[in-house]
Nanobody
Framework: QVQLVESGGGSVQSGGSLRLSCAVS????????MAWFRQAPGKEREGVAS???????SYADSVKGRFTISQDNAKNTLYLQMNSLEPEDTAMYYC????????????????????WGRGTQVTVSS
C-alpha cells in the first residue's frame, strides 16, 4: 500500500523559511515523478514543484528562485525548501507521486499523479 505523509508545515512571518518533507512508503516504481501541489481556500489545486527520477525539475513561476525541490532516495523522502515566503504562499501543501517520468509540460496536471498525501498547512503572515 502506497503512503505519502507530509510534515513540516506551520506558521511563519513573511520572509521566513520552512522545509516540507514527504515520507513515501510502498512505492516501488524506479521511474517516477514526484511533485508538490498546494491549494488555498476557494482556489484550485496548483502545481508548485516537481522532480523526476531522472533529476529533471520544474517550478511554478510564482516560486522560482524561492523554492527548491529535492529528494533523498535512501530515506524515501521528498523535500520542499521554501524561502522568502509570502502571504500568497499560504495554502495546504500536498505531495504527489506519479508513474514514469512525466513530461515537463504535464508535470502540474493533477490527473498525472496516482498517489497523494493528506497535506500539511503552511500559513504566512505579513
Amino acid at each position: 500500500q502506497v503512503q505519502l505523509v507530509e510534515s513540516g508545515g506551520g506558521s511563519v512571518q513573511s520572509g521566513g523559511s520552512l522545509r516540507l518533507s514527504c515520507a513515501v512508503s510502498g512505492y516501488t516504481y524506479s521511474n517516477n515523478t514526484m511533485a508538490w501541489f498546494r491549494q488555498a481556500p476557494g482556489k484550485e489545486r496548483e502545481g508548485v514543484a516537481s522532480i523526476g527520477s531522472d533529476g529533471s525539475t520544474s517550478y511554478a513561476d510564482s516560486v522560482k528562485g524561492r523554492f527548491t525541490i529535492s529528494q533523498d532516495n535512501a530515506k524515501n523522502t521528498l523535500y520542499l525548501q521554501m524561502n522568502s515566503l509570502e502571504p500568497e504562499d499560504t495554502a495546504m501543501y500536498y505531495c504527489a507521486a506519479g508513474q514514469g517520468i512525466i513530461g515537463l509540460l504535464f508535470r502540474f496536471l493533477t490527473s498525472e499523479y496516482n498517489y497523494w498525501g493528506r497535506g500539511t498547512q503552511v500559513t504566512v503572515s505579513s
